[in-house]
């Protein structure tokens, strides 16, 4: 089935999300969509979906008109989507979330637990998804979760099927088991969309790809198109990709961990006794699959966490038991895994955000009150320095894209004198564009002598940043390596197998 989008427009006020977007995915085909952050694409989508509507513009299934109004309008047709947030419950079966969904659909009638299981078989085997009809959805790992969503979008025998960011939350081999479940999906005549910020996804798959930049087609490209092309495309000026290995100065250690325990509310052990040290001058990353204690032991540098036993020695003085705050004063700068929760608050200004850790600090502030004059000129500052698009420091932050609320974090962050950066999946989320900054940040902190611990699940940016790399499995740290492993011996220690290589 075909799927063409003719001059589709779209506004949210006075900003055009879709300005007069044509695209044709053809049979079979799997369709890239690249853009950054706020190009557009999902807004593309939801409309594709019938989640939103349209201004203007029409959509063509195998060249003919359709109107597509809701969601099940789209699932009529032969449309499924994927989105990038799941919409699974929890404690509920394979099979008992996938009887619910199909409420939704006039064509697909609510279906009993008997016949629900069986599809879900039928399906799993003809497309390769191997998942158990019977088992609760949160004990299943994000990766199978998402394959349910899968299923789920194929017993309405989509033809087309909408992947919104899908190896987001997915671990190198979540991410190639998918690579390779798209191509089965397609050898079957499935046409697929794909939206993704990774150069190396799209060109590893990819039939066709379209590039958006602020709601325009900028242009439609052919995989074998070099990944420094399709990223400048995608951010209209020249990226670069990987920062140059260059030698550089490393000093003593800065930071110390000694036999770092963190618990969660339970009491169970989630770090288990880890020692490591970074030196001045050193990006040591900790790589691993998410989930194998990597928040928390990034949580519990700043005493972030609850239950922290052992040792945090910031340049020779133990900060362990220190308020969050004394964290952070005493030279360390927290880079949260989560925005969201940890590094922003939404409803505040992006000025209030800049200087949140200033609060009760001359000159911001007299008693309580923050001096609004003082606070301006220092926000505006630092949204010139640190590149943040915004119409106004006034707005909330909330209003910002991701790149631009991590980069509001960075800010901060990087504004006080500091040891140690403690950065907790600075791009996960991020455009080229903004990784590109976040890495160029990284490094200079590193080049002006700071230590740097680089919480990554990203491979390519271990591998680009580090010198060092810890292996972090099950709550321990299995090895400490030179950055100049490869890629399948750093593979093994994320699955646990230490036979590979001895430490540096
Ligand atoms: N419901 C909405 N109301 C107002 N603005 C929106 C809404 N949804 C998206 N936008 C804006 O439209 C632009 C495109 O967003 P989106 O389609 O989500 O981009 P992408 O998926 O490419 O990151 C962004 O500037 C975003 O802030
Ligand atoms: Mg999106």
């Known amino acids: 089935m075909s799927l063409e989008l003719k001059a589709i427009t779209k506004t949210f006020g006075s900003l055009t999300a879709n300005d007069s977007i044509n695209l044709k995915v ?12 706020g190009a557009g694409k999902s807004t593309l989508m939801n409309i594709v979906y019938g989640l939103l509507r349209a201004d203007s513009g029409e959509i063509l299934i195998d060249g003919k008109k359709v109107e597509i109004s809701e969601p099940s309008d789209a699932l009529n047709v032969g449309i499924g989507m994927v989105h990038q947030h799941f919409m699974l419950i929890p404690v509920f079966t394979v099979a008992e979330n996938i009887m619910l969904g199909h409420e939704k659909s006039s064509k697909f009638r609510v279906l009993d637990l008997d016949q629900a299981r069986a599809a879900i078989r039928t399906i799993s085997e003809d497309f390769g998804l ?143 006794g880890v020692n490591f040290h970074v030196n001045s001058g050193e990006v040591l990353a900790v790589a691993g699959v998410q989930g194998n204690g990597q928040s928390e032991l990034a949580r519990a540098l700043i005493n972030l966490e609850e239950h922290i036993e052992g040792s945090i020695l910031l340049d020779g003085k133990e900060i362990r038991g220190a308020s969050i705050k004394d964290s952070l004063h005493a030279g360390i700068a927290f880079i949260p895994e989560s925005r969201e929760l940890d590094g922003v608050i939404g409803s505040f200004s992006i000025a209030e955000n800049l200087i949140l850790d200033l609060h009760g600090q001359a000159p911001y502030s007299k008693g309580i009150n923050l001096s609004a004059k003082v606070v301006h000129s220092e926000a505006e500052k630092r949204v010139t320095e640190f590149d943040i698009r915004t119409q106004s420091i006034m707005d909330a932050v909330s209003t910002l894209s991701g790149g631009n609320k991590q980069k509001v974090v960075i800010a901060r962050e990087l504004s006080r004198p500091i040891k140690v950066l ?68 750093l593979g093994l220690l994320m699955a646990g197998v230490t036979s590979a290589k001895a430490g540096a």
């Open 130 to 272: 191997q998942v158990d009809p019977d088992a609760v959805v949160e004990t299943l790992p994000v990766g199978i979760q998402q394959k349910v969503e899968i299923i789920k979008a194929l017993i309405y025998e989509a033809k087309v099927l909408i992947l919104d960011e899908p190896t987001a939350v997915l671990t190198p081999q979540e991410t190639d088991e998918l690579l390779n479940t798209m191509r089965d999906l397609k050898s079957k005549g499935t046409s697929i969309i794909f939206i993704t910020h990774k150069l190396r996804e799209v060109r590893a798959v990819a039939d066709q790809i379209t590039i958006i930049r602020r709601g325009k087609v900028i242009g439609a490209v052919s995989p074998t198109t070099s990944e420094a092309e399709l990223a400048s495309m995608m951010v209209g000026r020249a990226v670069d990709l990987a920062p140059a290995k260059y030698q550089h100065e490393t000093g003593g250690a800065i930071l110390e961990v000694k036999n770092l325990t963190v618990r969660d509310a339970l009491g169970t052990p989630i770090v288990k």
């Open 422 to 489: 403690v950065a907790s999946q600075p791009t996960r989320g991020l455009d080229v564009g903004s990784i590109e900054f976040v890495h160029e940040r990284i490094l200079a902190e590193r080049d002006a002598g700071r230590g740097v611990i680089l919480f990554s699940t990203e491979l390519d940016e271990v591998m680009a940043l580090a010198d060092r790399i810890a292996v972090m499995y099950r709550g321990e740290i299995l090895d400490i390596v030179h950055s100049n492993v490869t890629r399948e011996e």
């Open 26 to 37: 053809e049979t079979g085909q799997i369709h890239a969509i690249l853009g950054e952050n």
